[in-house]
């Protein structure tokens, strides 16, 4: 499957930004992740085709991941955006099962990324 990520920029604290995904052909399980410089890559929200999600505890709240299934295109709305949210962010595809899309290692398939900055 390809990914190819959008929306991303360059945004005030407080803030929001949507991002996107198209995917080239039917994925089960997708995900955000994101990668700060100098850090390890993590998970950011995931959701199934039914629409099951699960966000990491430090955007909850502040994320809403979702998904178009026509379209096979993910999102991902981030409002008050902060300072820490700095960060590439990515879409992946992965696991077929949909109690596993919550399993962040188990995503194989990455976008190219899109930047995101906070100031």
């Known amino acids: 499957v390809q990914l190819v990520e959008s929306g991303g920029g360059s945004v005030q604290a407080g803030g929001s930004l949507t991002l996107s995904c198209a995917a080239s052909?039917?994925?089960?399980?997708m995900a955000w992740f994101r990668q700060a410089p100098g850090k390890e890559r993590e998970g950011v929200a995931s959701?199934?085709?039914?629409?099951?999600?699960t966000y990491a505890e430090s955007v909850k709240g502040r994320f809403t991941i979702s998904r178009d299934n026509v379209k096979n295109t993910l999102y991902l709305q981030m409002n008050s955006l902060k300072p820490e949210d700095t960060a590439m962010y990515y879409c992946?595809?992965?696991?077929?099962?949909?109690?596993?899309?919550?399993?962040?290692?188990?995503?194989?398939?990455w976008g190219q990324g899109t930047q995101v900055t906070v100031s």
């Open positions: 052909t039917y994925t089960s399980c």
């Open positions: 959701i199934s085709r039914g629409g099951s999600t």
């Open positions: 992946a595809a992965g696991p077929s099962l949909a109690r596993e899309c919550p399993v962040w290692y188990l995503y194989n398939s």
